[in-house]
């Protein structure tokens, strides 16, 4: 409900089971919050995953408020509070010791606060043909729970229309990068991954490290990724008002760090 009782307030909540993974989950969004110009969000979620392609199953539950507010004309700053129970489970005998250890770790607590700095001139810049998405953001975990950490994360993308508004080019350029503190040693839920999203015409969490010589050689994640992502859109000949349109891309990218290896 993107109108909840008529205050222009945002209310989703959602079931989801499957075969390979249960996600619950609920999100209000107040983009008036005290009547002024801040919007306070606040998101609730439990999600299950059994995927096919990996010998573990993960669970996790998350809590998680935030305020955003303008500080430009194109400007936006959003600060957050993540509390969120992280667990790996069934994992096969076969599979790396990684992930043994951090199955025998248990459920972990994770406390952060974090922010996210982003300026997109795409759709209100000087010019209409052509702009620029930054964003640029830190979470730092340790305010009680079981993890010390930093985790950094960055995107630029510009986008330009070419060939009177006939050919559309993209790049994007996105990088992350986790540090544990205090000794600490990074869990598969909380290190990256490149989704499809991220990087194209891979299978799932194709990229990154792997325990070669385990028999199971499940992806692990890392604790840093980099990726780059170029594209041109183009109309294919039909009537516009059929919202059909081709593209050709160009992607690249790396999932690397593990704090045991």
Same mark, same amino acid.
């Given at each position: 409900?993107?109108?909840? &009782?008529?205050?222009?307030?945002?209310?989703?909540? $959602?079931?989801?089971?499957?075969?390979?993974?249960?996600?619950?989950?609920?999100?209000?969004? +107040? @983009?008036?919050?005290?009547?002024?110009?801040?919007? !306070?969000?606040?998101?609730?979620?439990?999600?299950?995953?059994? *995927? +096919?392609?990996?010998?573990? /199953?993960?669970?996790? &539950?998350?809590?998680?408020?935030?305020?955003?507010?303008?500080?430009?004309?194109?400007?936006? !700053?959003? &600060?957050?509070?993540?509390?969120?129970?992280?667990?790996?489970?069934?994992?096969?005998?076969?599979?790396?010791?990684?992930?043994?250890?951090?199955?025998?770790?248990?459920?972990?607590?994770?406390?952060?606060?974090? *922010?996210? *700095?982003?300026?997109?001139?795409?759709?209100?810049?000087?010019?209409?043909?052509?702009?620029?998405?930054?964003? !640029?953001?830190? +979470?730092?975990?340790?305010?009680?729970?079981?993890?010390?950490?930093?985790?950094?994360?960055?995107?630029?993308?510009?986008?330009?229309? =070419?060939?009177?508004?006939?050919?559309?080019?993209?790049?994007?350029?996105?990088? %992350?990068? &986790?540090?544990?503190?205090?000794?600490?040693?990074?869990?598969?839920? /909380?290190?990256?991954?490149?989704?499809?999203?991220?990087?194209?015409?891979?299978?799932?969490?194709? =990229?990154? @490290?792997? $325990?070669? =010589?385990?028999?199971?050689?499940?992806?692990?994640?890392?604790?840093?990724?980099?990726?780059?992502?170029?594209?041109?859109?183009?109309?294919?000949?039909? @009537?516009?008002?059929? %919202?059909?349109?081709? %593209?050709?891309?160009?992607?690249?990218?790396? =999932?690397?760090?593990?704090?045991? /290896?």
């Amino acid at each position: 409900e993107r109108n909840f &009782l008529g205050r222009g307030q945002t209310l989703n909540f $959602d079931i989801t089971l499957g075969l390979d993974n249960a996600n619950t989950g609920i999100t209000f969004v +107040e @983009p008036a919050f005290l009547g002024r110009d801040v919007s !306070f969000a606040f998101t609730g979620e439990y999600r299950q995953t059994e *995927y +096919e392609y990996t010998s573990y /199953d993960t669970q996790s &539950l998350l809590f998680n408020p935030s305020l955003e507010f303008p500080v430009g004309q194109n400007s936006r !700053f959003k &600060l957050t509070y993540a509390l969120s129970n992280n667990k790996i489970f069934n994992v096969d005998a076969a599979s790396s010791t990684v992930l043994q250890d951090e199955e025998a770790a248990g459920a972990l607590v994770s406390s952060s606060i974090g *922010y996210t *700095y982003s300026r997109d001139t795409r759709r209100s810049g000087l010019d209409p043909d052509a702009g620029v998405l930054l964003r !640029f953001g830190q +979470e730092f975990g340790g305010l009680g729970g079981d993890v010390k950490f930093i985790k950094s994360t960055a995107l630029v993308s510009a986008q330009a229309k =070419v060939l009177n508004d006939g050919l559309t080019l993209r790049a994007t350029f996105e990088g %992350g990068s &986790l540090a544990m503190l205090d000794g600490g040693v990074s869990q598969l839920t /909380d290190r990256f991954f490149l989704s499809s999203s991220k990087l194209r015409g891979f299978a799932p969490a194709g =990229v990154g @490290p792997r $325990d070669t =010589v385990a028999v199971n050689q499940d992806a692990l994640g890392g604790n840093n990724y980099a990726a780059a992502r170029f594209e041109a859109e183009f109309p294919v000949g039909l @009537p516009e008002e059929y %919202g059909l349109s081709a %593209g050709v891309f160009a992607d690249i990218g790396s =999932v690397w760090g593990l704090d045991n /290896d």
